[in-house]
């Protein structure tokens, strides 16, 4: 007897363990992905209901700082530099938190994002931007918080803000021109000599054409700006490659090359290999 009730104990312990009550949420969680020209937006945040409630000035208090939703923090993160009303705010991702007033809204991008809510100790240093905008009454009410993004062109749109009658536009700009200048710029100036190192990198671990890999592993120690070092790194796979190709009087000279630029730069690592290499090669 007393076995079965251990048993049967165990059972319910199990069932009480793998068995978990799943119930909807109050206010349920959003996430807006948006490509906006070329600058990556994303948008997380809890949509609370307004359930006839007066929100603005009641659930809401004028005047102080709201978490601009519900739960944990409404974030927002930008993939570039971007403008808000006319400010620069740099990259990354931000807590959104406003402060709502019968005339105008202040809309606050604080950098700490891990809160639930409002921070427990508001710092002025963590507040990345702040800007001032004007609050819209709707035609039609809004019984769930809601965050868009619209009015989308290839380099601006506008955040809203949405609940019960209050609407609030804020208006941002991303650095089309200048990221797309860069890429075409990038592109028609051909590939930098990271990207031929890659290339012979890749060509000498597969053992593929191995006079392609020291071509372009040449291209990229050519690439290297006048007024710079060589990177010791390309050097060194230039050695490795040119001793698989049977040239190790070229191999040990390449490598002694990459010895001096690794001493110079303190990197006790390449200097093993390359003082080991060069004993290899030397017999």
Do not use: H
């Not at 007393?2 to 959003?30: I, R």
């Not at 490795?240 to 730069?265: F, R």
């Amino acid at each position: 007897m007393k076995k079965v009730c251990m048993l049967l104990a165990l059972l319910f312990a199990n069932f009480f363990v793998v068995a978990q009550v799943k119930t909807p949420q109050a206010s349920p969680m959003a996430k807006i992905d948006q490509v906006v020209g070329l600058t990556n937006i994303q948008i997380e945040y809890s949509r609370p209901s307004a359930k006839g409630r007066t929100v603005y000035g009641d659930l809401v208090p004028f005047g102080k700082n709201w978490r601009t939703g519900a739960n944990a923090n409404t974030t927002i993160s930008f993939s570039e530099d971007v403008k808000i009303a006319g400010k620069e705010l740099k990259k990354g991702k931000y807590a959104l938190y406003t402060t709502p007033k019968a005339d105008s809204w202040d809309v606050i991008f604080y950098t700490e994002t891990n809160n639930w809510g409002l921070p427990e100790e508001w710092n002025d240093a963590k507040v990345a931007l702040k800007v001032t905008v004007k609050p819209e009454t709707t035609i039609k009410p809004v019984e769930s918080f809601s965050i868009f993004l619209n009015n989308l062109t290839i380099d601006a749109g506008v955040i809203e803000l949405s609940w019960e009658r209050t609407m609030v536009i804020i208006p941002f700009s991303v650095p089309t021109q200048e990221a797309a200048m860069k890429s075409i710029e990038k592109t028609l100036a051909g590939p930098a000599a990271g990207d031929y190192f890659a290339a012979a990198q890749y060509f000498y671990q597969t053992n593929n054409d191995l006079n392609k890999a020291l071509t372009w592993v040449n291209t990229a120690v050519s690439l290297t700006p006048k007024n710079a070092i060589t990177p010791y790194w390309y050097l060194r796979l230039k050695s490795l490659i040119q001793a698989k190709l049977g040239d190790k009087k070229g191999a040990i000279a390449t490598a002694k090359q990459s010895l001096d630029l690794a001493v110079e730069a303190g990197n006790g690592d390449y200097q093993k290999m390359n003082r080991d290499s060069i004993a290899e090669w030397s017999k």
